[in-house]
C-alpha cells in the first residue's frame, strides 16, 4: 500500500510530502489537486511525476495569466483618451504584478508573450527611477525609460537592456555592458572608457573625462561637449556632433556629418565642411 495513499488529513499530508522533499507552499498546491482528484493514490509515492506535474500546471497558469494581463492591460489603453499619458498608465498597471511568473513564461516559451508584446512593443514605458521593474519589464521585451540622475547607483550590469537610460551625475564608471543601450545619458560621470559603446544611438558624454572616442563613429547623435576630446577622425559617420567647449581643432574628417556645433572651440579650417547641413560655430 501507498505510504500516504489514504490520507486526508492536511497535517500528515504535508508531513509525508516533507520527506520527498516538497515544502509547504508546494506541498499545499498538490494537496488542493488531491482533494480535486487531479492527483491519484498511486502518484503519491512519485516525487518525479509530482514534481514534473506541477511544473506542467505552473506553466498553464502562467500562460493563462499572461492572456489575462494582455487582454485587460489593452482594453485599459483602448479606453483611454487620445492625450492620456500611455507610459505611465502601463507603468502603474505593471508596477502592481508579480511578473516573476511572466518572466519564467518568457523563458520557457517565448511566444507565449508576444501577444502582449505585439501591441506594447512600439511605446517607451517611463518607470521613473525605478530600478528593478524596469530590469524585469526590459527581460520582458518592453522599451523602458529609467532615470538613475542623481542617485548613488553603482552597477548598472544588469541595465543593459533598457531602451533609455539617465545616469548624469552619478559615479559610474563602468558601462562595459550598456552596449544596447538606445538612448544613454552620461553627462557629469565618471566615465572614461566608452570603448563598448559603439552601437548606442543617441550618447550624452558632455562634461566627462572621456578622451578616447575612435570606437564611436556609428553613434548617430553625440554630444562631446565639455570634454578633452581632441581627435574625431573617426565620427565622420554621425549624423549629429556637438563638439562645443572641446579641444578640437581638426575636423577635416567631419564633412557628411549632417549638424556640427563647434561653439567655443579653435577650429579655423572647415574648407571640408560646406556639405554640412547645419554648422554651429
Do not use: C
Not at 500562460?63 to 499619458?85: F, Q, W
Not at 500611455?86 to 511572466?102: E, G, T
Not at 559610474?172 to 572608457?193: A, E, F, M, P, Y
Not at 549624423?239 to 567647449?245: C, E, I, P, Q, R
Request: hydrophobic share 35%.
Amino acid at each position: 500500500m501507498s505510504k500516504i495513499s489514504n490520507l486526508k488529513n492536511w497535517n500528515q499530508f504535508r508531513y509525508d510530502l516533507r520527506e520527498f522533499g516538497f515544502n509547504s507552499p508546494k506541498a499545499s498546491i498538490l494537496y488542493n489537486l488531491y482533494l480535486d482528484g487531479e492527483i491519484l493514490d498511486k502518484d503519491l509515492d512519485d516525487s518525479k511525476y509530482l514534481k514534473s506535474f506541477l511544473i506542467e500546471k505552473k506553466i498553464k497558469e502562467t500562460e493563462k495569466d499572461s492572456k489575462y494581463i494582455k487582454d485587460d492591460l489593452l482594453s485599459k489603453i483602448s479606453s483611454t483618451g487620445a492625450g492620456s499619458d500611455i507610459s505611465s498608465l502601463i507603468f502603474n498597471y505593471l508596477n502592481d504584478l508579480d511578473l516573476s511568473n511572466l518572466i519564467i513564461a518568457y523563458k520557457i516559451n517565448k511566444k507565449t508573450l508576444n501577444y502582449i508584446l505585439y501591441d506594447l512593443k512600439d511605446r517607451i514605458i517611463d518607470v521613473g527611477d525605478n530600478k528593478e521593474l524596469a530590469r524585469k519589464l526590459s527581460k520582458l521585451g518592453f522599451k523602458v525609460k529609467l532615470d538613475l540622475s542623481h542617485t548613488k547607483v553603482k552597477d548598472v550590469s544588469a541595465l543593459g537592456s533598457v531602451h533609455t537610460l539617465n545616469l548624469n551625475y552619478t559615479k559610474i564608471k563602468d558601462v562595459s555592458t550598456l552596449g544596447k543601450v538606445h538612448t544613454l545619458d552620461l553627462r557629469w560621470t565618471l566615465v572614461t572608457n566608452v570603448s563598448a559603446l559603439s552601437n548606442v544611438h543617441t550618447l550624452d558624454l558632455s562634461h566627462t573625462k572621456v578622451k578616447n572616442v575612435s570606437a564611436l563613429g556609428n553613434v548617430h547623435t553625440l554630444n562631446l561637449s565639455n570634454t578633452k576630446v581632441t581627435d574625431v577622425s573617426a565620427l565622420d559617420k554621425g549624423h549629429t556632433l556637438d563638439l562645443s567647449y572641446t579641444l578640437v581643432t581638426d575636423v577635416s574628417a567631419l564633412g557628411k556629418v549632417h549638424t556640427l556645433d563647434l561653439t567655443y572651440t579653435h577650429v579655423t579650417d572647415v574648407r571640408a565642411l560646406v556639405k554640412v547641413h547645419t554648422l554651429i560655430r
